[in-house]
């Protein structure tokens, strides 16, 4: 019946001549109210669907339980399935390539609903081929352990060799233990990839690469752009703070700065920073109570978040998910976020960027629709998440909310900028990795991914490769596997919290220092954020909204400005 609906559909609309729109009217019902008329239906579907599911989801990872697991992938799957009719499709379709819906806040709505389908239109073989596929490499990796030494040994375990052992030889096993994964997983991501490109192909676009970034509003060439600028940017503060690491490293581990290898950085994949800046931040939050510091952080700033904390699961507990979440559950004031709080800096930073995104969600305007009440982008909202994230190693702010004497803060002020200065760096150029070995790999997946990857490290991470190995080294990096093209994200969302932070330094707190502005207590701080980010939703593209709400477009400048020198 759908069907025979759009067919007629097709046929009143491909009648319609020029010059005779006005006699059509009386006619044909116009394009703009049928659609509104659709939507009006569509939301009755979808509301009651997407609150069940984001509580299902919740509840699952606060329980742990298989059937709560279950009935939360079901629901999930209910609500692919209702952006997936074709018929609906062919109607947004022919809707969007019509015209009429000039309204702004209907056509903005054709346009997220007209993605949200093209996303789910692949046939129904294919996509549950990719599924079964994703879901096998998911068990590869979350069964998968790695053996040192003749014992089978966790993930947690392999950090903890990585981090603190001195000992070079011990080091080298560990990291090419951590890579195992990747030998037994690179074969099924490479035939992953093959499908996701055909099934990209099938909806009209070259890769699967090109495909994510298009679904989500993003043009490949503008990212890369901001890449290259980004990279122009840090290339030679990196090289520079990279030297004085190896100077350090190498003196630690008792060996020459040229025989530093992948395994000496304390990391598998050198994306977090070495700790080679001595501050004990952990010392600070002992005893403390990190909720009540957050709460009367946020309420400091005009952004309360009682509710939100009221209504949330905060501490530990049996079969509870152990990272952290932040869930708007109906889009009308019903936010949670889920933690397993100590008293210790990660979980302070933790629960203050949770609380970023609960802030988001809590404020969009009541008065958008239903659609319209969503972040401007996934990178937008983890923008704010990260601004107020970082508190947590600000020195003005451990003074300001722990009471630091003058004199304590100025000791730790120099350590604590150098370590969120290389934090960043080192990441930044992570990201570079990340992003340009999805790109080619999604271009060519038959190329020699080893080599690829090996190049791209060895260019923007400056590390050497191992002699003379050959081995599918990005194939034990998760993410390639399981949330491909994604990874750009976390680095724009970095980008934006610092053009974020330096905007309102300068128009809102009108500081001499914009670097050293400090929010705490400023109400005016969170009405800005209310006013220009979190009212508007998704009302805007996300770079629309960045222009409006800082004046101009997202740029790489305000974070080379805070984390180069
Ligand atoms: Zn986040």
Known sequence: MRLSLSLLLLVLISIQLPGCAAEQAKVVPNAQTEFAAFLKDFETRLIPLSRNANLASYEANISGRDEDYKRSEELQLAEKKLHSDPGTFARLKTWRSGGAVTDPILARQLDLLYLAFLGNQLPAEMLAELVARETALERTFNTFRATLDGRTVSDNELDAVLTESKDPARLERAWMASKAVGKTAAPAIVELVTLRNKAAKAVGYPNFQAMQLALSEQDPAQVETLFDELDALTRDDFARVKEEVDGLLARRLGIAKGALRPWHYQDRFFQSAPRVYAVDL???????????????????????????????????????????????????????????????????????????????????????????????????????????????????????????????????????????????????????????????????????????????????????????????????KIHVALYPAYYHNYLMGQLLASQFSRHVAVAVLKADDPRRASFTGRKDVGAYFIENVFKPGSRFPWNEMIERATGEPLTAKYYAAEFVR
């Open 282 to 476: 952990d010392a600070y939050y002992k005893g403390k109570d990190l909720v009540k510091l957050a709460d009367q952080y946020y309420g400091g700033i005009g952004l309360p978040v009682t509710d939100i904390l009221n209504r949330s699961d905060l501490f530990e507990k049996p079969g509870k998910y152990q990272h952290a979440m932040s869930t708007d559950i109906d889009r009308e004031g019903d936010v949670r976020i889920l933690c397993s709080i100590k008293p210790n800096a990660y979980w302070m930073d933790t629960i203050l960027h949770e609380l970023g995104h609960g802030a988001y969600s809590k404020f969009y305007d009541p008065v958008l629709p239903f659609l319209l009440r969503d972040a401007a982008h996934a990178f937008t909202t983890e923008a704010i998440a990260n601004l107020f994230g970082r508190l947590a190693s600000d020195p003005a702010w451990l003074q300001q909310m722990l009471g630091l004497s003058a004199q304590e803060r100025a000791r730790i002020e120099q350590p604590l900028a150098d370590s969120q200065r290389l934090e960043q760096l080192v990441f930044s150029r992570w990201s570079q990795v990340m992003f340009r070995f999805e790109k080619a790999m999604y271009e060519n997946p038959n190329q020699d991914l080893n080599a690829l990857w090996w190049n791209l490290v060895e260019r923007y991470q400056l590390l050497r490769r191992p002699e003379g190995r050959n081995e599918p080294d990005w194939a034990s």
